[in-house]
């Protein structure tokens, strides 16, 4: 697919991006186990991911190396066709940004019917949930074109008992002008809150939640997300400044990979106000707050009471 908003970190759009060096499964599962000695937490994206081949096997040797939290963020088109995700995932995040068939065609890039096709998929990732334990959510990135389809989106969610992480639409390293001040952004926002304090299952803190109705300046620190390219490269310091630290599988090691990019571009830079996504916002603000994971946790209490069908819009 080809979505209006989505690229590679620098504004190539993915099918512009060369897949020369695109790691095999073999050397895949090596640069996952020089990971696992960092973290047992990953997240699997893309591109697409479901486009691998091999999808099933580095799964299992993601389980086989102990992950313990397995990630995968799909646009859910072939689901159908990967049980593999289903059963060795334990989240899975669909991307979904409308429930408007022919804005989902323009949004996504692709021919015409493709909508139905992924609820379906959603539907029968519901069923499969119950037999396999994962945990379902959309990500949803919010443009200025489809406020009102993002309420709708939450009330799907809601009536699915589906959770979700909103995400302004930022183009290069900056949110969409268009969303700065909005009113009806905000009020989405407003409401997402809303629900999030009410126990509804919002992946992203209060904290994060707050910074995106107003585009709030942070600290990034953006080590904190180790990202890797394909071909094995550990960007350095981020994806959104496209520089790379080392490959990890030449170098063997995730800290000398990030020592070499540091040798090559510096330390951390001080940015401007930019970069309002979860995973660099998220990480970033709870780092140096750690208050904020306290509340999460606290919040998180308040989950079996989540009454969800009281936050459907009438
Ligand atoms: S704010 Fe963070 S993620 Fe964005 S460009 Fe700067 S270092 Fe990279």
């Not at 408007?100 to 015409?112: I, L, P, S, V, Y």
């Not at 609820?119 to 119950?130: F, H, K, P, V, Y």
């Not at 090559?264 to 309002?276: I, M, V």
């Amino acid at each position: 697919m080809l979505c209006v908003y989505c690229n590679d970190g620098s504004g190539k759009k993915y099918p512009e991006c060369s897949n020369e060096g695109e790691l095999d499964t073999e050397s895949w599962l090596r640069v996952l186990a020089i990971l696992r000695r960092e973290t047992d937490v990953l997240i699997i994206t893309g591109g697409e991911p479901t486009m691998r081949q091999d999808l099933r096997q580095i799964l299992e040797g993601c389980q086989a190396l102990g992950y313990h939290k397995v990630c995968l963020l799909t646009n859910g088109l072939t689901l159908d066709r990967h049980p593999a995700i289903f059963e060795l995932c334990d989240i899975l995040m669909i991307s979904l940004d409308t429930l408007d068939g022919e804005k989902a065609d323009w949004m996504m890039g692709r021919g015409k019917g493709i909508l139905r096709h992924i609820l379906d998929n959603i539907e029968l990732a519901c069923r499969e949930r119950s037999r396999h334990k994962f945990k379902l959510y959309f990500n949803v990135v919010i443009t200025p074109e489809n406020i009102d389809d993002v309420h709708q989106v939450i009330d799907y969610a809601l009536e699915h008992r589906i959770g979700f992480v909103p995400l302004p639409e930022v183009v290069g390293v900056y949110p969409r002008e268009a969303l700065k001040g909005n009113l009806d952004y905000q009020a989405l926002i407003d409401r997402i809150l809303t629900i999030k304090r009410a126990g509804g299952d919002v992946m992203g803190t209060m904290a994060y939640l707050g910074g995106i109705r107003h585009f709030a300046a942070y600290h990034c620190l953006p080590t904190l997300l180790a990202r890797v390219w394909p071909n094995g490269d550990l960007l350095y310091p981020c994806q959104k400044l496209h520089k790379i630290g080392g490959n990890l599988l030449e170098i063997g090691d995730y800290a000398k990979a990030i020592d070499q990019g540091r040798a090559s571009h510096g330390p951390l830079p001080n940015c401007d106000n930019r970069c309002h996504v979860g995973c660099y916002m998220d990480f970033s603000v709870c780092v140096q707050q750690p208050g904020f994971i306290m509340k999460e946790a606290l919040r998180s209490l308040r989950k079996p009471f989540f009454r969800p069908k009281e936050f459907i819009r009438g």
